[in-house]
């Protein structure tokens, strides 16, 4: 028994070709526009263009008409390709050699060139290469100009929902720019606020340090002051008693100069008496003197004590003044105080402001997460519609190759007929001929036979 592999159900290579090029060809004989029908077209988009230049394409024609055909489906033309490929240049050959080694017609032209493959992809021309805008040949142009223009026509059809979608879609995108312009305006208000509540902490910690310097040294004042005030107290109360001590001593003096005034006469009548009481007196008046000199002293050290009593009590003006200036910094201190309570308050006040911004911040954030997220579902909801129409379009476009095959069929399927029939019309005609022919010659055997039949006649009534 022969070995008998299992065959592929898989139709060979060529064959699948051969049937996808019957598509293509019965695809384009449905897409294929007349060439009046192409040159009427391109008229009406404001180029001039002739049946003479459709036959014989220019290059330089063809690029401004692809690239009328670009800025009106992609709004890309060579101008707008020109920024990117320029710097693509001189990223690969550096800014000097850029220019010379890439000319900008040359390397403008490439960049639309692939954005308008894109573009002939999506209209169907799955072949599209360069050679189409640098060689055009007639079939060619016919061609991809016939694909671009249905396209151009379909998507005219469809213009209210791309409208739609594109309206929405720049109004996301405007709605998405004014949150942004105004997220960045909300960081650059509290990045502002942050600095000058940094720049206020600064100047509020030197105020607070300043004030504590002026309340220690404020104390330290008081201090010195209330001991100069009790060395003060001291002092006068010192003077005091030294001054009732000296007035009861002037008092005793006067007494005894009048006491003595009084003994004078009786002292004289007695030496010995008078020698015991001149004895006496002089004790007395050397005890007086030096109770005197006693005094002197402390008059003097009470004088020098009256001079130091002045001195500490200038000390004291001068203290009292300093303190009087000390008031007024400690004024002026309440006052910077009070300031700093109000810019404290101010900048609690900024501080709710910088929350609030904080709140108003992230509402906006989730505002733009959410239009965000809801720019995505526009997105995937019309990319599922552009998905559904295009399968609509493939739909309809297998309805239209079935169409199209069922119309090639059929006028296969006539022109067979047409072939038959005029093949049975001629045999019928040479049928005809052969009719009349043989009707001729018939008629002429007849005749003959009638000219046989009379001759014979004739013969047989002479005969008779």
Known sequence: MAFNPRMSILPPQPQQSRQRKKEEEAAYANMRLPDREIVGCINELGIPFTLADLQK???????????WFGELLMNKTRQTVDPAMRAAAEDVCGPELGEAMMPSDTRNLLGFYVSLRRLMLDCGVNDFSFNDLYKPTHDRLVRMLSYVINFVRFRE??????????????????????LYVENQNMEAQLEEMRHNRRAMEVLVQEKTVRNEELKKRLLELRRSQEKVAARLEEAKTKKGELAAELEEKTATKIALKQESAKLRPYVLQSPSALQASLAELSNTLNNDKAHIDALDRRSRALQTSTDSFSVVSSDVASCIKLLEEIAIELAKEEEENVKNARQRDALTERGHNVREVERTEALLKRQLAKWVDRTAQLRTQSEEKAQKSMEKMEELRAVHRKLTEERSEKGKDIERRRVRIEQTEKKMLDLKENIENEVHAAHDEYLKMEAHIKLYITEMEQAI
């Not at 220019?58 to 401004?64: A, E, L, S, T």
Request: aromatic share 4%; net charge negative; hydrophobic share 30%.
């Open 57 to 67: 394409p220019n290059p330089i024609q063809v690029q401004m008409i692809f690239e």
């Open 157 to 178: 059809s469809q213009t209210s929902v791309i409208d739609e979608h594109c309206n929405k879609a720049e109004q996301t995108k405007a709605r998405i720019e004014q």
